[in-house]
């Protein structure tokens, strides 16, 4: 069910959305969070629908802020929506005009669950300082998304000249199969420490530049960071006294394995989804304590004269 309020308030909103639960028998839904999502009208209507199916694990209400018109006179116009055009959620829809799109905070605040936790999401177009920002001082956790940059590795970086705790980016998010098929192969024998990895992706991705970093700081080795056309990530290589950890994937879907000693294996690492990656931030509200070292310790030491080829033309970064 979708209403549609034009000209209204937040007052005007909440009651409107009472009743809509009531009369669809949808009283009981126990949510979890508040969503808050800043984001164009352009680009709405995708993330919506990552954040209805993130919602199918995590019932919550998604608050969906339009950047508008900071010109003319405030308005505020709403868009209500419940049922099977909401996920396992509430989704509130909000065109906000005037002066009132420069304080985006007085009309989220009035619509956020009672004493429960609050996420801030910026699909693109992130502000410099997430913690100060007004939406980003009211949210435990604040995620981001590097990817949609222009220059995505450029992103990350100003990401890690205003962390502070509780920010997150879904270019290190996209990395968790790759982290945990890496931690596997290392915790196997031989135990060998790794004396040099090699990180191989397209120039552009920023995943690639996270997990370099990550090996950086967790191995405490000396990484490169090299560059083809991709698509995303395409190789590790792990040293290591015994023989090498090779964990490649050319065409963005299915990775294959080679440690000494063990036959080739077969990985299923296809690059996520939106709503996977959304889903998977949505389950820890604490600060992530890896992705802080690895965006602010690790990142800063991955050797800036490794060897490079020339990108090509890419199919999409992950």
């Given at each position: 069910?979708?209403?549609?309020l034009?000209?209204?308030?937040?007052?005007?909103?909440?009651?409107?959305?009472?009743?809509?639960?009531?009369?669809?028998?949808?009283?009981?839904?126990?949510?979890?969070?508040?969503?808050?999502v800043?984001?164009?009208?352009?680009?709405?209507?995708?993330?919506?629908?990552?954040?209805?199916?993130?919602?199918?694990?995590?019932?919550?209400?998604?608050?969906?802020?339009?950047?508008?018109?900071?010109?003319?006179?405030?308005?505020?116009?709403?868009?209500?929506?419940?049922?099977?055009?909401a996920?396992?959620?509430?989704?509130?829809?909000?065109?906000?005009?005037?002066?009132?799109?420069?304080?985006?905070?007085?009309?989220?605040?009035?619509?956020?669950?009672?004493?429960?936790?609050?996420?801030?999401?910026?699909?693109?177009?992130?502000?410099?300082?997430?913690?100060d920002?007004?939406?980003?001082r009211?949210?435990?956790?604040?995620?981001?998304?590097?990817?949609?940059?222009?220059?995505?590795?450029?992103?990350?970086?100003?990401?890690?000249?205003?962390?502070?705790?509780?920010?997150?980016?879904?270019?290190?998010t996209?990395?968790?199969?790759?982290?945990?098929?890496l931690?596997?192969?290392?915790?196997?024998?031989?135990?060998?420490?790794?004396?040099?990895?090699?990180?191989?992706?397209?120039?552009s991705?920023?995943?690639?530049?996270?997990?370099?970093?990550?090996?950086?700081?967790?191995?405490?080795?000396?990484?490169?960071?090299?560059?083809?056309?991709?698509?995303?990530?395409?190789s590790?290589?792990?040293?290591?006294?015994?023989?090498?950890?090779?964990?490649?994937r050319?065409?963005?879907?299915?990775?294959?394995?080679?440690?000494?000693?063990?036959?080739?294996?077969?990985?299923?690492?296809?690059?996520?989804?939106?709503?996977?990656?959304?889903?998977?931030?949505?389950?820890?509200?604490?600060?992530?304590?890896?992705?802080?070292?690895?965006?602010?310790?690790?990142?800063?030491?991955?050797?800036?004269?490794?060897?490079?080829?020339?990108?090509?033309?890419?199919?999409?970064?992950?």
């Open positions: 069910m979708i209403v549609t034009s000209d209204t308030t937040t007052s005007a909103i909440d009651r409107r959305l009472t009743e809509m639960r009531h009369s669809g028998g949808a009283v009981a839904l126990g949510r979890v969070l508040s969503l808050v800043v984001t164009s009208p352009e680009e709405s209507e995708p993330v919506i629908e990552a954040a209805n199916d993130a919602s199918r694990e995590h019932p919550c209400r998604v608050i969906v802020v339009l950047t508008g018109e900071k010109r003319g006179r405030s308005r505020l116009d709403a868009e209500i929506r419940v049922g099977g055009d996920g396992a959620s509430d989704v509130i829809v909000m065109r906000l005009s005037g002066e009132l799109a420069a304080h985006p905070d007085s009309v989220v605040v009035p619509l956020l669950l009672a004493d429960a936790p609050v996420v801030a999401y910026w699909p693109s177009n992130p502000p410099a300082d997430l913690a920002d007004p939406i980003g009211i949210a435990q956790r604040r995620i981001t998304d590097a990817m949609t940059a222009k220059r995505p590795v450029t992103a990350l970086n100003k990401r890690r000249e205003a962390y502070a705790d509780g920010d997150t980016d879904l270019s290190w996209r990395l968790t199969l790759w982290r945990a098929a931690a596997a192969a290392l915790d196997q024998p031989p135990y060998d420490k790794v004396t040099e990895a090699v990180v191989t992706g397209e120039a991705s920023a995943s690639t530049e996270l997990l370099a970093g990550w090996l950086a700081y967790a191995l405490k080795c000396p990484v490169r960071r090299r560059t083809n056309k991709g698509p995303g990530i395409v590790v290589r792990l040293e290591r006294k015994a023989g090498a950890v090779v964990l490649e050319p065409d963005g879907q299915t990775a294959t394995l080679d440690q000494p000693n063990q036959p080739t294996r077969r990985l299923a690492l296809a690059r996520r989804k939106l709503n996977e990656c959304l889903a998977e931030e949505l389950r820890r509200l604490d600060p992530d304590d890896v992705y802080a070292d690895t965006l602010t310790k690790g990142v800063p030491k991955l050797d800036a004269k490794a060897p490079a080829k020339k990108p090509t033309a890419s199919k999409g970064r992950s």
